[in-house]
T-cell receptor, first 114, second 115 residues
Framework: KNQVEQSPQSLIILEGKNCTLQ??????????LRWYKQDTGRGPVSLTI?????NTKSNGRYTATLDADTKQSSLHITASQLSDSASYIC?????????????FGRGTSLIVHP | DTGVSQDPRHKITKRGQNVTFRCDPI?????LYWYRQTLGQGPEFLTY????????KSRLLSDRFSAERPKGSFSTLEIQRTEQGDSAMYLC?????????????FGPGTRLLVL
């Protein structure tokens, strides 16, 4: 069964600090892994997308890493801001292109305190 | 605004009523997806369209749910005989033609409350 597990479930940090969110998956065959940011009451917004051959991808203060051998990914947030408070969702797709059913993690809820 | 739009943004209905939601994808995106999301959970896949063809459906999509994309542009999701368990956020997403780097662009969602 395809699964995506995220940890921690929730995280509270102080503004300006760094943090790292984890994603483990059992989706096979692997196609790509995406990280989304979802603000409360809004739809998810894509942060990064990585394929099998990519180890790291950055988007501003967000840096995602991928280890396809261990089936793990992380999202590192540098110098956190209050606006980073949101849910971060890891999504893994099993087939390259074409039609597919992506597997979503439950998300990590991040709260950044001033 | 050229993003994915959904209408309505909020819907309150009584159990047993039918509801219909609309999604307008980004123009020229031939792929369209519907998801359901409950509090504290990630989105759950419901169904997927490529142009006007409904290519995949989740087993979550019971016979009370039906989705259409008649002209390959906007899509509707109808829930018949709503139940309290249908209360959730219904998200629509679209993406451009196939590629392994394809990213889904999500709409703001329609929040449904069934009383």
């Amino acid at each position: 069964k395809n699964q995506v597990e995220q940890s921690p479930q929730s995280l509270i940090i102080l503004e300006g600090k760094n943090c790292t969110l984890q994603c483990n998956y059992t989706v096979s065959p692997f196609s790509n892994l995406r990280w989304y940011k979802q603000d409360t009451g809004r739809g998810p917004v894509s942060l990064t997308i990585m394929t099998f051959s990519e180890n790291t991808k950055s988007n501003g203060r967000y840096t995602a890493t991928l280890d396809a051998d261990t089936k793990q990914s992380s999202l590192h947030i540098t110098a956190s801001q209050l606006s980073d408070s949101a849910s971060y969702i890891c999504v893994v797709s099993a087939r390259p292109g074409g039609s597919y059913i992506p597997t979503f993690g439950r998300g990590t809820s991040l709260i950044v305190h001033p | 605004d050229t993003g994915v739009s959904q209408d309505p943004r909020h819907k309150i209905t009584k159990r047993g009523q039918n509801v219909t939601f609309r999604c307008d994808p980004i123009s020229e995106h031939n792929r369209l997806y519907w998801y359901r999301q409950t509090l504290g959970q990630g989105p759950e896949f419901l169904t997927y369209f490529q142009n006007e063809a409904q290519l995949e459906k989740s087993r979550l999509l019971s016979d009370r749910f039906s989705a259409e994309r008649p002209k390959g542009s906007f899509s509707t999701l109808e829930i018949q005989r709503t139940e309290q368990g249908d209360s959730a956020m219904y998200l629509c997403a679209s993406s451009p033609p196939a590629g392994i780097q394809e990213t889904q662009y999500f709409g703001p969602g329609t929040r449904l409350l069934v009383l």
